[in-house]
Nanobody, 120 residues
Framework: VQLQASGGGLVQAGGSLRLSCTAS????????MSWFRQAPGNEREFVAA???????TLYADSVKGRFAIFRDNAKNMYLQMNGLKPEDTAVYYC???????????????WGQGTEVTVSS
């Protein structure tokens, strides 16, 4: 299984971005997928997660109400980010695993990351 994250870029505070995560692999059937992020000098932190084939989402308190995680009928997952703040600046990673969780250890597959920069 390979994950490819894309959609990052430079945006002004208050703006929006949509990140995409495309999965490849014949046997791709995770239980959950998620987004994490890592800002310079910080540890990687949980952002959002969703079950792959049924409802159910988790969000970090810092993004609740501003970000939305969803998937399409193919092997794509998205993170719609609205009301972006400078503190959202980070490299964003998508991940897939077999537990709907906020913990990095519950995700077995990781994408390479896409950089988001929010200017004030």
């Amino acid at each position: 299984v390979q994950l490819q994250a894309s959609g990052g870029g430079l945006v002004q505070a208050g703006g929006s971005l949509r990140l995409s995560c495309t999965a490849s692999g014949r046997s791709f059937s995770p239980y959950a997928m998620s987004w994490f992020r890592q800002a310079p000098g910080n540890e990687r932190e949980f952002v959002a997660a969703t079950r792959w084939s049924a409802g159910g989402t988790l969000y970090a308190d810092s993004v609740k109400g501003r970000f939305a995680i969803f998937r399409d009928n193919a092997k794509n997952m998205y993170l719609q980010m609205n009301g972006l703040k400078p503190e959202d600046t980070a490299v964003y990673y998508c991940a897939a695993g077999f537990s709907l969780s906020r913990g990095q250890r519950d995700y077995d597959y990781w994408g390479q990351g896409t950089e988001v920069t929010v200017s004030s």
